[in-house]
DNA sequence: TGTACATCAGTGAACGCGCGTTCACTGATGTAC
DNA sequence: TGTACATCAGTGAACGCGCGTTCACTGATGTAC
């Protein structure tokens, strides 16, 4: 979670008190979870902490007594959403899911479970499909973001940068930032079209692994993998 | 531009009047020129209609005249975007350059220059960045953007689909979509790590390539590219 | 186990502000004769 | 070329509303003895 110094002037993103009995916490859990219903109903123009409050159906001193204004609640929503979502990949590195010695469509398959765990994730938590574009779109709260994909980038260049080490790292960064990047997109595209989800995830994977062989073998010394 | 009828209802998406005389024309563009600088200054949910008349030094009933609310004027400007850089991909379509038969650098290359042409476009229009995201984020924008990309998958399809008719037209579908949604995802990437910018865009041509390539051969009676 | 007290959690009501939007109007531009 | 009139473009000032936020308070929970 890093550099929480670096905060745009001005706005408050920290969450205030944190709740010490069983009630509050229920309240702090309510906000987030109501935020997230409302994120996809109108959008993140028109959310406002009274439409929350409402919604929650407490009053508003109550949320501010926990969130000093909507972008610390969006922030705090975000950062579990990251936080959930790094894990698993994290994981499925250090189990060297990542790894490209075995068969092509073995790796395909493997990532294309990975890409189902993480929306699985995304979707359990209320408008999680929505908090990854907010993230993106409030200048504010691009850090949360951008710290996650930092994350996970740098995972990928240790792991595959041990077992591959004649890739160039800085090659290796691009190619995990961009991974990276794609499994996020086809995600959202998913929310646009659920009904190709199945093929979407399949073919991201296959896209992501397909490059990344490349990648892996072209610096083998074998030149550029298939060149006709 | 397609289904104008879709719209959701209670907010109106349309222009007004067009203006008819010059000192209209400016008045209009100026709008939607603002609107752009603001909107990476301060994000789509602080931006406001009297923000706008503020930075353009006009009045709101001017604004007004011409647009009946924010929403309308972001989706003049996602319109006028995504035009121009769909006119950039389909010429470049048109031309051949998506056609997979030449030397696999070649074709990188070519998609490259492709990518690196419809940022410019992006670029040149204030705010240009932003829109994209913004056409993403604000559910009642989502058809504009969501035609773009429809738009350029259908050519796509009809192109690759003629050249290649072995390859399945669902599955040709999917990676058109993919194709299109990592280029853009690209794009935004550039936006927060802009010195990468050239490793980026060459990258992702490499991997849209790759794909497509091994989409193309594992069709072509030879079975899936390379087996290991 | 009961009670007094401290702390935690949430309420009711209100505030000032900036929002989107509109009214009745003035000034600028174009056009007919 | 000049003038009268129609239309277009933009102004000044205000509106009601919902926003974020805070005040002084009540009720709930936990704890010491």
């Known amino acids: 979670m890093a550099k929480r110094s670096k905060e745009s002037p001005g706005v408050e993103l920290r969450t205030k008190l944190a709740p010490s009995q069983d009630r509050a916490r229920a309240t702090f859990e309510l906000i987030l979870d109501v935020t997230g219903q409302l994120l ?3 959008g993140v123009e028109r959310l406002s902490t009274n439409m929350i409050c409402v919604r929650a159906g407490i009053t508003p001193p109550a949320l501010y007594r926990y969130f000093p204004n909507k972008y610390a609640i969006l922030r705090e929503m975000g950062r579990r959403l990251m936080e959930a979502e790094d894990a698993i990949v994290l994981e499925w590195l250090e189990q060297g899911h990542g790894h490209l010695d075995g068969s092509l469509e073995e790796a395909i398959k493997q990532r294309a479970d990975l890409l189902t765990r993480v929306r699985k994730v995304a979707r359990e938590q209320p408008g999680g499909e929505w908090i990854q574009l907010v993230m993106r779109a409030v200048p504010v709260l691009r850090e949360v973001r951008a710290d996650s994909v930092d994350t996970v980038a740098r995972a990928i260049v ?6 591959y080490p004649s ?7 691009t190619a995990a930032l961009l991974s990276t990047t794609l499994a996020n997109a086809a995600s959202e595209l998913i929310v646009d079209a659920p009904q190709l989800e199945e093929e979407l995830t399949i073919e991201t994977a296959r896209m992501i692994t397909l490059y990344y062989r490349d990648l892996v073998e072209a610096s083998e010394g ?7």
């Open 40 to 42: 996809g109903e109108v």
């Open 158 to 163: 240790d792991q595959l940068g041990a077992r």
């Open 167 to 173: 890739v160039d790292k800085g090659r290796l960064r």
């Open 222 to 228: 074998d030149g550029p993998a298939k060149e006709s």
